[in-house]
């Protein structure tokens, strides 16, 4: 997490009550490589990351997802998520669904 401080993104370790005073936010990308498994790993080498803005955080609390992610061996980098999970992102990788999330990130 960063906050603007002058010019400057300064890191944040500490609590924050309000995720609107954060600058961006660094987060670790996952691409879909199968189904119900992700991937850190970009195929140039490296992980995948990114930095967004507090906007474009999405919170769904309606169910506890369950989800391992692999640190070690074979399958470092690799996250395996529940069906349940597995239906959230199929909803809104839906078309008609990403679509809607744009409109809503732009805004």
């Known amino acids: 997490m960063f906050k603007l401080i002058g010019n400057?993104?300064?890191?944040?370790?500490?609590?924050?009550?309000s995720i609107d005073i954060l600058s961006y936010i660094s987060i670790i990308a996952f691409v879909r490589i199968t189904e119900g498994l992700f991937s850190q790993k970009c195929e140039l080498g490296g992980n995948l990351y990114a930095h967004i803005k507090p906007s474009q955080?999405?919170?769904?609390f309606g169910t506890n997802s369950n989800f391992n992610c692999y640190n070690s061996g074979d399958f470092a980098g690799i996250l395996s998520v529940s069906q349940d999970s597995l239906?959230?992102?199929?909803?809104?990788a839906q078309k008609e669904n990403l679509t809607k999330l744009i409109n809503i990130v732009k805004n």
Do not use: E, K
Not at 8 to 17: E, F, L, T
């Open 8 to 17: 400057r993104h300064a890191y944040v370790s500490n609590s924050i009550d």
């Open 57 to 60: 955080v999405i919170y769904y």
């Open 87 to 92: 239906n959230i992102y199929n909803f809104f």
